[in-house]
């Protein structure tokens, strides 16, 4: 069957040529190339004369409906594809990483849109989101046999809330299918974790591994707030790193268990979790203040059109997490909403702070490791934010 042509209108291409990897529905010339009438998950794009302009995978439903997957031009994604960028992946990773834990594959990032591949060893766990991708994932499975070895074991970790917007079912599956996995092993910045393998996104977030490092080289005699913590990456870490005290918060049962685990699995006693929402946690009266407060939530703005509910969402969780730093402290405020940009959550910690009396100094800022390379042409792949901010009252009679 003949590859569909899709044909990007004249102002909009040149995005495109710029290395963006991403076509709006709106971009399209719909007289010309009707997006009701592809069924093909992969097509070709055209620019305004009909010159070739690269093969993508294709949803017609989809606010996003195309992305550049190959500037060649292809009638599958076959293991020939998926091997060369494996491998160009993984050169990046060897020149940058000692031990294989890291996100192999990031989407856009490794020129792969759709797919995400975390390493945990000889462990691969994967989450596919468009239907071009999934259609090929025999020749994704092969490719990553050949590269890393018959032995490995992969885990197709596809329940994200993602699957619903290509139409695609969810599930969990491992290859081999009888490879019994509970949890990950994961060594970040020397310190041993189990991570479930029901637990959040792909089990592990590596995303925040320098600002982790960053923060144990403060951890040493001082208290720990970490709130979100999930399995505890921030807290077992500042811990392990001569945290003389560490609370991790979290929602999830399950979550606190594996982090009291995790304190054990590194022989660490002054670990302690409580089970609570986070937001509930930071509206409580101030009983106790911590060196080191962190504040990793989730993506609080998914949407553009969600942006004034999730800046409130922010707001209030830094008023509580900095009412709850030492004099003196420091607070670890994250973002990964892609709508919240840098400057913005600057300006709610600095409102926050003058609401309480407090000064705030911007001392460092984390970024994403290599194994999250950032596209130049697409800002949307610069998607975390990590700010450290040193906490101080402010003198009698001071104003910002």
Request: with cysteine.
């Amino acid at each position: 069957m003949t590859t569909p042509r899709l044909r990007i209108k004249k102002r909009d291409q040149q995005r495109l040529r710029d290395g963006h990897l991403w076509v709006y529905s709106n971009e399209i010339d719909t007289d010309a190339t009707p997006l009701k009438t592809i069924k093909s998950t992969l097509v070709h794009l055209e620019d305004y004369r009909g010159h070739f302009l690269a093969t993508a995978s294709f949803n017609s439903q989809a606010l996003i409906c195309a992305r550049i997957l190959d500037t060649a031009e292809r009638d599958e994604l076959d293991v020939a594809f998926f091997e060369a960028r494996l491998k160009t992946a993984l050169g990046l990773r060897q020149i940058t990483f000692k031990q294989d834990f890291y996100r192999l594959v990031f989407g856009e990032g490794d020129l792969l849109p759709g797919l995400v591949v975390d390493r945990f060893a000889q462990t691969f766990v994967i989450q596919i989101g468009t239907q071009a991708i999934e259609q090929a994932k025999a020749s994704l499975i092969t490719a990553l046999q050949n590269v890393f070895g018959a032995d490995s074991i992969i885990v197709f970790k596809n329940d994200g809330k993602g699957r619903q917007m290509e139409q695609l079912d969810e599930y969990v599956e491992t290859v081999p299918s009888d490879a019994k996995i509970e949890a990950l092993d994961v060594i970040e910045n020397g310190v041993t974790f189990k991570a479930p393998l029901d637990g959040q996104k792909t089990g592990w977030f590596y995303d925040h591994r320098d600002g982790r490092q960053w923060l144990n080289g403060c951890a040493a005699g001082r208290t720990v707030l970490d709130v979100f913590s999930y399995i505890g990456g921030w807290g077992i870490q500042a811990a392990a790193h001569g945290a003389s005290q560490v609370t991790c918060v979290d929602s999830s049962e399950k979550a606190g268990e594996a982090v009291l685990a995790n304190a054990v699995l590194n022989q660490l006693s002054q670990v302690k979790f409580i089970e609570s929402d986070a937001f509930e946690y930071l509206k409580k009266p101030v009983t106790d203040t911590f060196d080191l407060v962190v504040l990793d939530p989730p993506a609080l703005i998914q949407k553009r059109r969600d942006f004034e509910q999730g800046r409130q969402a922010y707001f209030l969780l830094n008023e509580g997490a900095i009412q709850r730093v030492s004099e003196g402290g420091l607070l670890v405020s994250a973002s990964c909403s892609l709508h919240l940009l840098r400057d913005e959550l600057i300006r709610i910690v600095q409102q926050v702070a003058r609401r309480q009396n407090k000064h705030v100094q911007l001392v460092h800022e984390a970024h994403p490791a290599a194994d999250h390379p950032r596209l130049l042409s697409m800002t949307e792949s610069d998607y975390l934010k990590c700010l450290v901010f040193r906490v101080t009252s402010l003198p009698e009679g001071a104003t910002h």
